[in-house]
């Protein structure tokens, strides 16, 4: 028998050793894009909603990982510290966890603009954020649309200063009691400063402090209709995430909306933050139910 017989010719091994390394190639570029074998398993995130407290029986039997409630319900309740305390006693009682906070501070103390409440926001804030570290809590969004709002007529650039002027004195704060602070970009809808991840980003790297970071609102996202790509140029930033529909801010399931593409970038960036319900509700305890039935669908097929 020739002893070549039944061996692959030196063209056949060099085209089979061609096409294993394009393969490699190929798999080694669909890794990077987030694409590759190991990413299809989809995206797993803790999962929250903005409710009150009194949900939270509910949310845990439907295995929500946390709630986010108000600054101004449960650390800084108009009835006062007694309340307060009985808030904290019962989130030590029910175990279920604060993770964050909406509703940082009210439309009436303007951050921008010819009257300015900067004291005032500075007491408030160092206020709410200790009380949050004591709730061991992550964060405090800032969005607060009213307050920040530009009257017209108003020069924008001034705006723009007054505002960053107070995040600066603000960071200190959220440093000194380990919360971080979420700049939320909100929609054209709610306020006309601070609309895109873009603008919220100038204005943290402007104040400089890695405990004031940025909020990722997907219904803000889609009412501006910024692309899913923008969570992946401002990936270092974002430290927390809100969702609901875009049309009437419906819970996830109520239209149907699709957020894949939103959770692919997420997924791309390799977030590991909360996924908050931030939503409008004509009945919470079935929607609430769908809303995390669907985000945690949509979170599997991507």
Not at 65 to 79: M, N, Q, T, Y
Not at 117 to 132: C, M, S, T, V
Not at 154 to 160: L, M, S, W, Y
Not at 268 to 288: A, M, P, R
Request: hydrophobic share 35%; net charge neutral; charged share 25%.
């Amino acid at each position: 028998m020739n002893p070549t017989e039944n061996q692959p010719s030196r063209r056949t091994f060099l085209k089979g050793a061609t096409g294993m390394l394009a393969g490699i190639t190929a798999a080694s570029a669909l890794a990077k894009a987030g694409m590759g074998e190991e990413t299809r398993a989809g995206l797993s995130l803790p999962l929250g909603v903005c409710a009150g407290y009194e949900k939270v029986g509910l949310l845990k039997t439907l295995g929500f990982s946390f709630i986010e409630e108000s600054v101004g319900r449960f650390l800084i309740p108009d009835a006062g510290d007694s309340q307060y305390d009985k808030n904290r006693v019962t989130l030590k009682t029910e175990g279920l966890p604060v993770r964050s906070y909406i509703y940082f501070f009210p439309g009436t103390l303007k951050s921008v603009g010819p009257t300015l409440h900067h004291e005032a926001i500075l007491q408030r804030a160092d206020l709410a954020l200790k009380r949050a570290k004591e709730c061991g809590s992550k964060n405090i969004v800032f969005g607060s649309g009213g307050s920040r709002a530009i009257p017209d007529g108003f020069d924008r650039a001034t705006a723009k200063a007054q505002h960053i002027e107070l995040c600066k004195k603000m960071a200190p704060l959220a440093e000194k009691h380990g919360v971080t602070l979420a700049v939320e970009p909100l929609n054209r809808g709610e306020t006309n400063f601070i609309n895109s991840l873009a603008e919220g980003v100038e204005i943290i790297q402007a104040v400089n402090n890695p405990w004031f970071k940025l909020q990722c609102d997907i219904y803000h996202m889609l009412k501006e209709d910024e692309k899913p790509e923008e969570i992946i140029k401002y990936r270092q930033y974002i430290t927390h995430c809100h969702i609901a529909e875009k049309q009437k801010r419906t819970a996830p399931g109520v239209m149907g909306d699709d957020f894949k593409p939103y959770f692919r970038a997420l997924k791309q960036i390799k977030y590991e933050g909360g996924l908050s319900l931030e939503c409008n509700w004509t009945d919470f305890d079935n929607e609430v139910a769908l809303g995390l039935a669907t985000v945690k669908k949509q979170l599997a097929e991507v």
